[in-house]
């Protein structure tokens, strides 16, 4: 039994998936709620034995699985995006004519996948998580299955992730023939050696950060992302935004990490990803501008937030990086969950017009949403602010002042596109008849919960900012 | 002290905004009630400050100090001769402004009390922050309330404004946040420790190149705040949007956070930049203070005719701010109260007036004085405070702020007396087509003269313009100290690198290249 505790929240959520998943077949009931209920559990008695494993560095299969503490604070973060994404899902599924257990199946599946890549140092483990994940991914973006849309969504994503796939499979080819070996601490030492890497090795380098940008969706790899999000059932465009990236960037973190304490142009690579931090968050800033429907905004927004965490990446600022992520967690299920209330009656109302008067005739979902749009969109003292403050201070320390200025501007331009949406719920005269799904307990609780988060990390995140530092200690580069 | 008074002050109006949050949004009289308790309550605690402040003491009082975030991020407020009686005009106006709004705004009211009660939070936070983190995040939490203030009580056009107000803004508050960031990092660079403390970071000696940057980067924040020319396009499109409260804090209070930023940070931080820049500096208040009375003689809208006698006389207010003397700063502060109480009573009179007409037109108005006796009487006091009349406050103001930058430099003086003269001009003549000649209208027949309430909250500002205009030393005695010694920290120069430990070595000069290619 020992020896299994390392491996038991894996196992618990792998556990909990089939069983949904021979439930939904076995036992034929249109009331799906009990399955959500045991995703529910699945993911809470995970992390009961995830938590006992905090500070222990455990690891299992020879070292091919490592729950360190990054990795757990990792494992943290999806928990707590399943679970919203589970609560705000529970009435939008039958409502939306997507009514299958599947969907709480497959969700643990993809945070199985998410679990895998961040607790291994070993790229071809990583690969495995990350191939987990995307199957489940596809799956659940094309839920939908009588809905055009998403099933573009589904087979854009599909296509594009497995062309990502093909990079990065053919990219860690590469790897291997120069280290012989796919730990990534060894690639470090191989690629720090005295003679340099010969280039072979470095296109392998370019490739695999060329699949991870396609999957984390970083301009130019980001042209699938807004169909995908917006096609998406709303609560897995929710969970999409928040989890996948994270695993990515902390993927990233670890391959890049390393050498970021040099200086940026020694290393052609970090300039490199430079360029991708510049292009994200402007690209995706300016496109968030033209954007009229505000689910499709938010997605381009993602990609905006995509580049600032790629510059706590660059600047190696792991702990940024983490409180960056806690705080989009609660700002981006946040507003995601204030666009679900904004559908009721089977259909959802997303352009910027069905938002006209939703401030005073709702005004607890005008206020909320409104609260979350303000800390994307970086206004102190929320968390958004703190999360672009420790990020952007870090960077400076670390000389990167151009692309600073890049994200401020950026942050000005999202002002603009966030605030818009605030004008529209309560500036602007209704004009057309929108229906609300106000009566949503289990949405209400995510929606404070948000809040609750971002006001907690805005203004007394008390040590978490140390304790992230802590658990990064324990991490091998 | 064992009462935190200063975070009372501040935080008071923010409890009552969540507080007003769970109230019924029928119960209108509760609601002010509520809302106008606590901001007199507020108003009374910064009046205990004020007796309590000790007038001999140059630097801050009643300090709190706390650790809060970490990297040199304190909760770090502190009153001083300089913020002193900006807090008190502050939690003075806003009861007012409360008052003038019971019959001017009809629909939301709960919506806007909250928004109130947020903005005085975030201004008085502004005022009050010695931390430069601190200070950052009160300065755009102001915003958020205007922005909502305008843009849903505001006019026609106010989505245009209030996006215009808050783009303007941020624009420059993001530059600042740079600038503050290096800050951070060159103070841990030089020390090996974090700190954002206002006067920490002051001792720092900063290569001037590298002054000339950050200069400009706090300096565009704070002058797009004032408004300077020629960033002062966004100013009139907001008051003339803004519903009356919102106008009135934002003349009174809100540009002062900008002349406040010079004095408080940009000055003090950058003084080597300072210096290089105030040629230029002194030329854009000359060309705001000359724009802007020209600009007033031409409106049609008297809303609008007040917005740029603010450009105007925030240009003498600045010009006074960068003669960088004793008599010009005292003049400059006390010149930013002038403002706040004329130019908040000008806006409550063209509040007062639209409430009845339903227009704010000049030429739609004519011999209303007959017909409103106590108005008129109350609309000159405050036209001929904002004029300098001797007597009333706007003199004493504007002749210490002139005597100072005669002292500084005798040609600026000479063209900054335009300030009066334009003055005159464009707000007597309004008052003459507005308030004096033949009725021309038939409505204005039909209108009542002030009522109580009316009365109530204009009253106070009166009673203030006469005692600051007959006795001046009451405000100027509090303030003495620390202008002195802020004067002489500019002029004295003698600052060394804050060192954790040991000796303080000679002053170490940061180089800007060597700081870019690291």
């Known amino acids: 039994m020992k020896a299994a505790a390392p491996l038991l929240p894996l196992l618990i959520i792998v556990g909990g998936a089939i069983l949904v998943f021979l439930l939904e077949a076995f036992w034929k009931r249109t009331d799906k709620t009990p399955l959500a209920m045991l995703a529910l ?62 969907f709480y199946g497959l969700l643990l599946l993809a945070l ?12 071809v483990v990583i690969l495995l998580g990350l191939e987990t994940l995307s199957v489940a991914s596809y799956a659940l ?42 730990e990534i601490p060894a690639l470090t030492a191989a690629f720090a050696a005295p003679q340099g890497a010969p280039l072979l090795g470095l296109a392998g380098l370019v490739l695999v950060l060329i699949g991870f940008a396609f999957k984390i969706a970083l301009v130019p790899f980001h042209m699938w992302s807004p169909d995908v999000y917006q096609g998406a059932p709303t609560p897995i465009a929710a969970f999409f935004v928040v989890g996948p990236k994270a695993a990515g960037f902390a993927v990233l973190f670890k391959l890049v990490a390393p050498y970021a304490p040099q200086a940026l142009r020694s290393q052609k690579i970090l300039t490199v990803l430079g360029i991708l931090v510049a292009l994200s968050m402007l690209v995706g800033s300016l496109t968030a501008l033209r954007q009229r429907n505000v689910k499709r905004m938010l997605a381009y927004s993602s990609i905006a937030n995509a580049g600032y965490m790629l510059l706590a990446v660059l600047s190696g600022d792991g702990a940024g990086l983490m409180f960056f992520l806690a705080a989009y967690l609660f700002m981006s299920f946040g507003a995601f969950g204030s666009l679900i209330a904004m559908g009721g009656g089977g259909r959802e109302y997303h352009e910027l017009e069905d938002f006209a008067g939703i401030g005073f005739r709702y005004p607890w979902i005008g206020a909320l949403f409104s609260i979350f749009l303000i800390a994307l969109a970086g206004f102190p003292p929320l968390a958004g602010f703190l999360a672009k403050y420790y990020l952007f201070s870090e960077a400076v320390r670390k000389g990167l002042m151009p692309l600073v200025l890049i994200g401020l501007l950026a942050s000005l331009i999202s002002v603009y596109y966030y605030l818009r949406i605030i004008v529209f719920m309560y500036m602007r005269e209704p004009e057309r008849e929108v229906e609300l799904d106000v009566d949503n307990p289990a949405l209400y609780l995510v929606l404070f919960l948000c809040l609750y988060g971002v006001l907690q990390l805005g203004l007394f995140p008390g040590n978490i900012l140390f304790v992230f530092k802590r658990a990064l200690g324990s991490l091998i580069l | 002290m064992s009462i935190p008074i200063l975070s009372l002050i501040t935080f008071v109006p923010l409890m009552g905004a969540v507080l007003l949050i769970f109230l019924p949004k029928e119960r209108k009289t ?85 928004f109130m009660l947020l903005l005085e939070t975030g201004i008085l936070g502004v005022f009050l922050s010695l931390n430069l983190f601190l200070f950052y995040v009160f300065w755009e939490a102001a915003l958020i309330p205007m922005y909502f203030l305008i843009g849903i009580w505001g006019g026609k056009r106010r989505v245009y404004a209030t996006l215009k107000f808050v783009l303007f803004t941020m624009f420059g508050s993001l530059l600042m946040l740079a600038a503050i960031f290096t800050l951070s990092s060159l103070f841990f660079k030089a020390t090996g420790a974090y700190s954002l403390n206002l006067f920490e970071q002051a001792r720092m000696v900063l290569n001037p190149r590298l002054q000339t940057w950050l200069f400009l980067a706090f300096g565009l924040a704070f002058a797009i705040k004032v408004p300077m020319f020629p960033f002062h396009t966004w100013l009139p499109d907001a008051h003339v949007e803004a519903p009356t409260g919102g106008s009135v804090l934002l003349a009174a209070v809100l540009l002062k956070m900008g002349s406040y930023g010079f004095i408080r940070f940009a000055i003090p931080l950058f003084p080597d930049a300072v210096e290089t820049f105030l040629p230029v500096l002194s030329a854009l208040c000359l060309i705001g203070i000359i724009y802007g009375g020209l600009m007033a ?28 003397n004793v008599e010009g700063t005292l003049g400059a502060i006390y010149q930013m109260l002038n403002h706040g109480l004329s130019t908040g009573a000008l806006f409550l009179a063209v509040g007062i007036l639209y409430e009845r007409a339903h227009t704010r037109a000049i030429k739609d108005f004519g011999g209303v004085s007959k017909q409103m006796p106590v108005f008129s009487a109350f609309f000159l006091i405050a036209v001929l ?69 009316e009365i109530l909250y204009f009253a106070p500002i009166v009673v203030l313009m006469f005692w600051m205009g007959i006795s001046p030393g009451t405000f100027l005695g509090k303030m003495d100290a620390s202008v002195t010694a802020y004067v002489q920290r500019i002029k004295g120069r003698e600052r060394v690198f804050v060192q954790k430990a040991g000796p303080p070595p000679a002053a170490r000069r940061i180089d800007v290249r060597e700081e870019l290619s690291r």
């Open chain 2, 385 to 453: 405070s904002s004029a300098g009349l001797p007597g009333l406050n706007g003199f004493i103001g504007e002749i210490s702020c002139l005597y100072g930058i005669f002292a500084a430099n005798k040609v600026y003086a000479a063209l900054a007396v335009t300030t009066v003269i334009l003055g005159a001009a464009y707000l007597l003549w309004m008052f003459q087509r507005v308030m004096q000649g033949p009725v021309t209208n038939e409505k204005i027949l039909s209108f009542r003269d002030m009522n109580r309430r």
């Open chain 1, 141 to 182: 973006t094309g839920l939908k299955r009588d809905d055009d849309q998403a099933l573009e969504a589904a087979i854009k994503y599909f296509l594009m992730g497995s062309f990502a796939s093909g990079f990065l499979i053919f990219g860690l080819a590469l790897l291997f023939g120069l280290a012989h070996t796919l």
């Open chain 1, 112 to 123: 199985a996948g998410l679990m895998i890549m961040v607790s291994s140092p070993n790229l």
């Open chain 1, 41 to 102: 559990a699945t993911v809470l008695g995970s992390a009961a034995a995830a938590v006992r494993l905090w500070g222990t560095g455990a690891s299992a299969f020879g070292g091919m699985l490592r729950l360190d503490d990054a990795a757990l604070v990792f494992t943290m973060i999806f928990f707590v995006a399943v679970v919203f994404t589970i609560l705000i899902a529970l009435r939008f599924l039958p409502r939306h004519d997507a009514n299958f257990g599947e």
């Open chain 2, 30 to 114: 509760l609601l002010y009630g509520v809302a106008l308790t606590l901001a007199l309550f507020v108003f009374v605690a910064s009046l205990l400050v004020y007796l309590r402040f000790d007038a001999a003491e140059a630097g801050p009082q009643f300090v709190e100090k706390s650790a809060w975030l970490g990297f040199g991020i304190q909760f770090h407020l502190g009153i001083d001769g300089i913020s002193l009686f900006l807090v008190i005009l502050t939690t003075l106006l806003v009861p007012i402004v409360l008052l003038s709004s019971w019959s001017y705004i009809r629909v939301r009211i709960k919506e806007y009390l909250i």
């Open chain 2, 297 to 324: 003689l031409i409106q049609k809208d008297i809303k609008s005719l007040v917005a740029y006698s603010s450009v105007s006389h925030m240009g003498l207010v600045m010009l006074a701010v960068f003669s960088l």
